[in-house]
């Protein structure tokens, strides 16, 4: 299960364990909402704090590799994918820009 799947299924399931709580004081539904959606983000950064740090490393991993390969994209298009005009160095090279 990826980290962000399992901190927000947390997060929910803080949310109605505290709403549950409350249900059984007598006040408006809309502050029994309002406290619960206030009580649950507090405790989730203290309950939450390792799947929240995994998830984080997760998605900075992943904007690694997007940054990496949108990085080799832009080279491949820009003609620089292959820095060594001659790859095989046992062939003497060819083409108009070859050493003579």
Known sequence: MSAA?????GRIGLFVAVLAGLWLIDMNVFLKLMLALAFSA?????????WRDEMAEEMGTAAERRRTEKERLRTALAGEDNP????????PAEGPDAPR
């Open 5 to 9: 799947l399992k901190y927000t299924l």
């Open 42 to 50: 507090a405790l989730s950064f203290f309950l939450l704090r390792g």
């Open 84 to 91: 060594n005009p001659n790859p095989d160095p046992t062939r």
